[in-house]
């Protein structure tokens, strides 16, 4: 992804969150095509030391798995709705 793409993802769900009351903590891994933006207000980023990705992997993995079985949940029950 190019800064530029996230640039102006960020931006673009900054004016969403304007109108709702949320803030949103981003961790982020440091790199160059991820630029720091002080312009938003509903979005922390919070950059990841270096050579934390080993640590940092085992909790993405949780995540992801969690993730997969709501939206499997979600979409059974969608199926026999329909049916």
Known sequence: MTSEILKKWRMSWEVELKWKPRRVLMLLHKRAAQ???ECLKNIH????????????????????????????????????EVN
């Open 45 to 80: 980023l919070k950059f990841l030391p270096p050579n934390t990705t080993s640590l940092v992997h085992p909790v993405y993995t949780q995540i992801l798995k969690n993730v997969k079985v709501l939206y499997l949940g979600k979409f059974v029950n969608y199926i026999l």
């Open 35 to 37: 630029p720091h933006l």
